[in-house]
């Protein structure tokens, strides 16, 4: 057996596990978003992919909104903006991380989710995005016919609001 | 998908496939001569992580190999390995693992185990020397040098049979431009050949052929890896589960790590 992987990076043979993966069609990005937004906003390590266990650090910003799912904290109003921030940090490591497209996809709109939700509730924008170019992503992820009609909503009033400036 | 192949051995026309639980099961069931050749073939298979670990524990090389050999022989065949098989059939991986700390850790086992063995050694090492072991980054541990390995050596399986089985068949094509356009841009980090240049090369009519064949050679691709991997499972839904948890614990090593002659 020829030892083609020998030596390459883990990221690499990542990727390469990821083609078998991907190319099953199983993975979409609604339901791997799906499951992004049904997951507990946990602030220990509960599972590999608890926000905790990603960020490698307790989040105690998420202490007070135990019990919730992400998608709940999202649309929540009374989310405050440090558990929004740790949500974006938290998708963007997820985004570094993604090795199939529907991962990169659903991760994707998990950040600016928490982005919006802290635009749209709190009229402040916790990323060094200027509003054009945060208007720009939201528009891109509006067009997408697997973003969920609640985070669509938010987004799209988001959008409007960054459109203002 | 059957954990333990009870089918006998002899039948000329007979399938007998092989999994590490009907290895395991036929490795305690035969005459001594035929269980060495089994543990051989255990061996053969699992080595590399097994030897990853055990290097990436801070044993040198003639130390790795002889508790890789210690390992299988004492560990792997004998009935401790078996028994938790028989509780914990859907975790190969994971157990073999778990099997070879608790080796590794036992002071008693890794101070006797030269002294338990001919100087040969009874399981043989023929199958090791000569072979690369994959090396992942300096500062991973020695869990992460363990399921580095068992994913290089899943994959070079895969990739042998996927290539195999299109060069064996007269479709050698397929093979070249799933190698050309996925897998050598993917490993080795360069550009994708284009379809037009590819399609010159290797004589395909255009560049709609060319990507629907890489299509099939992706599929095929999966349904080996899919095989591959079954084979540690207990179930179906465990498959994609265990290619996840590789992925998983692959991009945790993170982007430094692995001896990545390509950048």
């Not at chain 1, 891109?140 to 960054?162: K, V």
């Not at chain 2, 560990?75 to 509780?87: E, K, P, T």
Request: a negative charge; aromatic letters at 6%.
């Amino acid at each position: 057996m020829a030892d083609r992987t020998a030596d390459r990076s883990p990221h690499r043979m990542a990727d390469l596990l990821g083609v078998g993966r991907e190319a099953a069609g199983l993975d979409s990005p609604a339901t791997a978003l799906a499951a992004l937004l049904e997951a507990p906003a946990s602030p220990e390590p509960a599972s590999p992919a608890a926000p905790a266990a990603v960020l490698g650090r307790p989040c105690h910003e998420l202490r007070a909104h135990a019990g919730k799912s992400i998608g709940e904290l999202l649309t929540a109003p009374d989310t405050d903006l440090a558990a929004l921030a740790t949500l974006k940090d938290y998708a963007k490591e997820l985004v570094r991380r993604a090795r199939l497209d529907s991962q990169r996809s659903a991760a994707t709109a998990l950040y600016y989710a928490a982005i919006a939700a802290a635009l749209v509730g709190h009229g402040r924008r916790i990323t060094s995005y200027d509003m054009g170019k945060l208007a720009e992503g939201l528009a891109d992820l509006l067009a997408r016919p697997w973003l969920p009609p609640e985070l669509a909503g938010m987004m799209a009033r988001a959008r409007a609001a960054s459109e203002r400036g | 998908m059957p954990q333990y192949d009870h089918t006998e051995m002899g039948g000329q026309n007979e399938q007998f496939e092989t999994t590490p639980w009907s290895e395991l099961l036929r490795a305690r069931t035969l005459d001594t001569d035929h269980r060495q050749a089994a543990v051989n073939q255990l061996l053969g298979r699992y080595w590399k992580p097994v030897y990853a670990y055990l290097r990436r524990k801070g044993k040198n090389n003639e130390e790795a190999k002889d508790l890789t050999q210690g390992f299988f022989e004492t560990v792997v065949l004998g009935r401790d390995l078996f028994q938790q098989a028989d509780r914990q059939k859907g975790r190969f991986r994971t157990l073999l693992l778990t099997a070879l700390d608790r080796y590794v850790t036992s002071d008693y086992r890794a101070r006797t185990a030269q002294k338990r063995r001919p100087e040969e050694g009874v399981v043989s090492l023929d199958g090791i020397e000569g072979h690369r072991v994959p090396e992942p980054a300096d500062n991973a541990t020695p869990e992460q040098a363990f399921h580095y390995a068992w994913a290089s050596a899943l994959l070079d399986g895969v990739l042998d049979e996927l290539r195999r089985s299109y060069e064996g068949t007269g479709r050698a094509a397929y093979w070249e431009v799933f190698r050309a356009r996925t897998l050598e841009p993917i490993l080795d980090g360069v550009e994708p050949i284009p379809l037009p240049e590819l399609c010159e090369h290797l004589g395909i009519d255009s560049p709609a052929q060319a990507s629907n064949m890489l299509v099939t050679a992706k599929r095929r691709f999966r349904s080996i890896l899919r095989t591959h991997v079954g084979r540690f499972v207990e179930d179906e839904a465990d498959i994609d589960r265990e290619i996840d948890e590789l992925i998983e614990l692959l991009s945790q090593a993170g982007p430094a790590g692995g001896r990545d002659r390509h950048g």
